[in-house]
């Protein structure tokens, strides 16, 4: 079973850049999707980011242009770079992941989670 960490938030001025890392432990999942989620407080996860083992991309349409999904199999880990950020990206930021997963956009395609990892944004 595959285990993720996710690292890298932290506190940015807004116009600022963070890359979060997803790492996998466990089990190689290169053939995985893996996506990003934020959970904003009060508010329900949302759909950031994903990438099949294909490399395929896919973008919620308020990070198209800024955010990039990318992986890297040899470490499995996945990574999400993050430019021009702007305080609605605030949330905590959660990598997950399936071997089967179908809907991208779902939260419920996912099976495995991450504890989450916090992105401040201020002004």
């Known amino acids: 079973q595959v285990q993720l960490v996710e690292s890298g938030g932290g506190l940015v001025q807004t116009g600022g850049s963070l890359r979060l890392s997803c790492a996998a432990s466990g089990d190689t999942f290169s053939t995985y999707t893996v996506a990003w989620f934020r959970q904003a407080p009060g508010m329900e996860r949302e759909f950031v980011a994903s990438?099949?083992?294909?490399?395929?991309?896919y973008y919620d349409d308020s990070v198209k242009g800024r955010f990039t999904i990318s992986r890297d199999n040899a470490k499995n880990t996945v990574y999400l770079q993050m430019n021009n950020l702007k305080l609605e990206d605030t949330a905590v930021y959660y990598c997950g992941t399936g071997s089967t997963v179908r809907s991208v956009r779902t939260v419920g395609s996912y099976d495995t989670w991450g504890q989450g990892t916090q992105v401040t944004v201020s002004s």
């Open positions: 990438i099949r083992w294909n490399w395929d991309t």
